[in-house]
């Protein structure tokens, strides 16, 4: 069996059983929920029959016990069963063809750091280089099987170079459908201005520190191997990914990486870098819930959240923002002001349902996900340093339709084809 097959078994099984496992938790937190109820129901009665009230209680709880571990069981025995001969269509790995990429990259960005701690080989490569999903080989050393050889992969680069990095649940396939025929920004890019594009996936359930230390050093091997110098790089992140290419940038810098010297302008698509409302909603609602019994499972359940999805309730950047803290301690969220990369361009494009961002609706759902001021940096509290003249705002639109906008590309075109000097806009 060769190594592609392997990891073509490993994942299939991993999905199987992760299926099947979420089906018993589930199973599990709706036992919570109606032991909750009947013990307050019985303890009512209770008080009008007294002691008569146990034994029928004795009998319900034997029974509904036992209801419930018998559906765990199951759902854990079917779940083995199936890793056995559960199967993908074709022959790649799931993760390497769209519709595995996009079932995985949901998987990760809601429990991948569980699953990274696990071992699971479901978040087995964090942070990759993809092309048509295909792992590439940044480094030195032989090419491990089943992945392909940067040398050919990237033969014929240009030392312009656009890195794009997509958003939580999601992976580089939600750019396009892949490959040349894609149309996507990069490709757009790369016939434009003949750029070369590298597109990055990566588990959006970590913190964004963790990946972006890890991005941080992915590029700084890509650099050294590329073809020839790069003199031009150009970070490009939908929502999640534009705070994990400032994080990469800045922990780069820290560590004296040579990569960001090239970096010439950032670009971040309904990026949440002042934090977005559904994490914030979901961490004071779970709170609330878990005060309760009979609501105690769902708020359990809202706190599995991974690390990726809390980092987002004030768009936290470094380990410090996290690290000895308790996740699920109410208060302000921790977000150090980490500045924008020095020397370069740095510009932002905002969204709203409403074609007119000042229109009340607008202001109060954005773009369904993130906020206008977010997206902007500019809060009452936090700025991130962007200049006005450095962003855009697209209306009727949703945050996935910054993923592929014609009017979107047209100005990211426009910023990356100024001269860096006409540009007139940096990061303060």
């Known amino acids: 069996m060769n190594a592609v097959e392997e990891r073509r078994r490993a994942e299939v099984r991993a999905l199987a059983e992760l299926g099947c496992s979420e089906i018993a938790g589930t199973a599990g937190g ?47 025995t079917v779940g083995r069963v199936a890793s056995v001969g559960a199967d993908w269509p074709g022959d790649r790995p799931p993760s390497e063809t769209p ?17 990274e701690d696990q071992g699971s080989p479901l978040a087995a490569d964090p ?10 080989h940044v480094g030195e050393g032989p090419v491990p099987p089943g992945r392909l050889d940067s040398a050919d992969v990237f033969d014929g680069a240009t030392g312009r170079v656009v890195v794009l990095l997509h958003g939580l649940t999601e992976t580089e396939y939600a750019w396009g459908a892949g490959g040349l025929e894609a149309d996507d920004y990069g490709v757009r890019l790369a016939v434009d201005l003949g750029a070369t594009p590298v597109y990055v996936r990566y588990n959006s359930g970590r913190h964004i520190s963790d990946t972006g230390r890890d991005v941080a050093e992915l590029l700084e091997r890509l650099a050294a191997v590329w073809p020839v110098p790069v003199t031009d790089l150009t970070l490009i992140g939908h929502s999640m990914g534009g705070l994990v290419a400032r994080s990469a940038a800045h922990q780069a810098v820290e560590r004296a990486m040579a990569w960001p010297g090239a970096v010439t302008a950032t670009v971040s698509l309904g990026t949440p870098h002042l934090g977005a409302p559904l994490e914030q909603a979901a961490h004071y609602g779970s709170a609330a819930l878990v005060r309760v019994p009979e609501t105690a499972p769902f708020g359990r359940l809202l706190r599995r959240r991974s690390a990726g999805i809390r980092t987002l309730r004030g768009g936290s950047l470094v380990d410090g923002d996290w690290r000895g803290r308790d996740a699920d301690a109410l208060g302000r969220a921790a977000a150090a002001e980490v500045p924008l990369h020095p020397g370069a361009d740095h510009y932002f494009v905002t969204a709203t349902f409403t074609r007119d961002a000042r229109h009340p609706l607008g202001r109060l759902l954005g773009d369904g996900l ?29 945050h996935f339709t910054l993923l592929r906008s014609d009017a979107v590309y047209e100005r990211i075109l426009g910023w990356l084809d100024q001269s860096r000097e006409r540009a007139g806009v940096t990061g303060e």
């Open 127 to 136: 942070v990759t280089v993809r092309v048509d999903g295909a792992v590439v």
């Open 30 to 76: 709706v036992h919570r929920v109606h032991r909750a109820i009947s013990d307050r129901v019985f303890r009512c009665v209770g008080h009008g029959v007294g002691p008569l009230a146990l034994p029928v209680q004795a009998l319900h709880d034997g029974i509904t016990d036992g209801v419930y571990a018998t559906i765990g069981t199951v759902a854990q």
């Open 99 to 115: 519709r595995g990429a996009a079932l995985i990259g949901a998987v990760l960005g809601l429990i991948g750091d569980d699953l």
């Open 370 to 398: 993130v906020l206008p001021a977010s997206a902007a940096g500019r809060g009452t509290a936090r700025r991130v340093g962007f200049a006005e003249e450095g962003g855009m705002h697209l209306g009727g639109a949703h």
